[in-house]
């Protein structure tokens, strides 16, 4: 396959420093030196997220996002109804269907407009919410280009005495997080999109003083989806299956860069720096942001155009010039297309993309947009 420069919302490209033939080395991950890597995996992981090994739990399982998903449902969801989903587009939909396929019946579903981010007043008065001990919503819905305001809905769950559950897949490591001030039940992440990294590895956080108290409540936990499985292994610092090691050794390795030498806070400035680009650029273009300004995404913009421009034309010729570009969330799009006549594609700022990179490519899909 020829390599293309990734400019979709994940996977992301990799930094050169990734790619050394020497992180592709094996280890034993039962080993000493497993249980080493895994506690300076973690421990880094919570530093990012703004909390402690006191407070929260990092648990590392193989495969993606979707896996750590379905292990929150299995592990933390009761069956008879006590969570509600909060959904701002395909990626909380997810969720929900997850729920559904393990068949946890009758738990509550609040679907907000797509382009809109979860607002508080219609969960002061929806009923389904009333109802719930646990809500579970999408930090950073990747399909719209709208971040969900963490802080604010935590602060308010905690204050209706609610659990939350957080698919944060799309902008950890890309945004703080302050886990030991949001305190959710349970975050969410993944290797491969702000974190820089190849797909295969799901991250949980999960609240050490809670956790374990809401897992028991829950049988038929699955085993590869069993969270307190998870948590003995952690214990001995060890993982419950066998893991993929040079994802292990990169995310290792990208862990050094992004806490020593880019600095974590540098991270979450450039990535606002290159979310700042992109809406320059819409304006200069004359396009126009799908969501809400106060609701765009750090990571990923959306971008609004006629439902007939042709987005299969543009990637073709995007293509040609080495990058592969997005043409917008299907279903999303579909939806979009019969209400408002108008369609979206995305444009993504995460992971180790440069100012420079970021230029290169708007030029690019400029001077192709105008062909
Ligand atoms: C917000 C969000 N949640 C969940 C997922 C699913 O994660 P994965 O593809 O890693 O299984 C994605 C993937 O794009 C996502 O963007």
Redesign the pocket.
Known sequence: MTSLTIAI??PVNLRDALKRPELHAAFGHRDSAAHELYQRISQRLLTIAGTTRDEYDCLLIN?????A?EACVRSLIRDDGSSTFLTVGA?GE?FAKIAQGCDKANHGLVQFEAGTAIDLTTLAQDEQVARAEILVF?H???STGVTNDLAVICAWAAQQGKQVIV?G??LFAGAPVNLSQTKPLAYIT?T??CLGLP?GL?IVFLRKDVARQVIEQVPNRGYTTDLKRYLTAAGKHEVLTTPNCSLWNQLDAQLDYITQIEGIENRFARHQQLQAQVLAWITQQGLSLYPALADASPSVSAIRVPADFDLAGLKQRMREQGYLMDVGYAGLNQELIQKYQYKTFRIPHMADMTAEGLDAFLRELEQQMAN
């Open positions: 919302p994940g495969g993606s996002g979707t896996n998903m990626f997810l999408t950073n819905e990747s698919d897949v799309s993944a491969q999109k797909a799901s």
